[in-house]
């Protein structure tokens, strides 16, 4: 009584064909169809990256001068800044 049988499918269709007719179900099917294919061609565009073109950094990488000689606390000598040059004493 809980479960719907298989008459109970065929009285429902018979219905929603008297309803819209023979006409709008299939055209309504078509346009159902379209969505899924544009929903999938959607999909498959995103994950995929053109490849065509390189994917470049907007800004160069900067890098720090690492000295082992330094420890936490103290200077970095000059010579090892950029354009810094060091002075004698």
Do not use: C, N, Y
């Not at 429902?12 to 969505?35: H, N, P, T």
């Not at 959607?42 to 994950?47: F, K, N, Q, S, T």
């Amino acid at each position: 009584m809980g479960s719907m049988s298989i008459w109970h499918w065929v009285i429902v269709a018979v219905i929603v064909m008297l309803l819209f007719g023979r006409g709008k179900v299939s055209d309504l099917m078509g346009d159902v169809a379209k969505g899924i294919k544009a929903f999938k061609k959607g999909m498959a565009e995103d994950e995929a990256p053109p490849a065509s073109q390189p994917v470049a950094p907007s800004e160069p990488v900067r890098t720090i001068p690492h000295t082992a000689e330094t420890s936490p606390g103290t200077a970095v000598p000059a010579s090892h800044l950029p354009g810094g040059e060091r002075k004698p004493v």
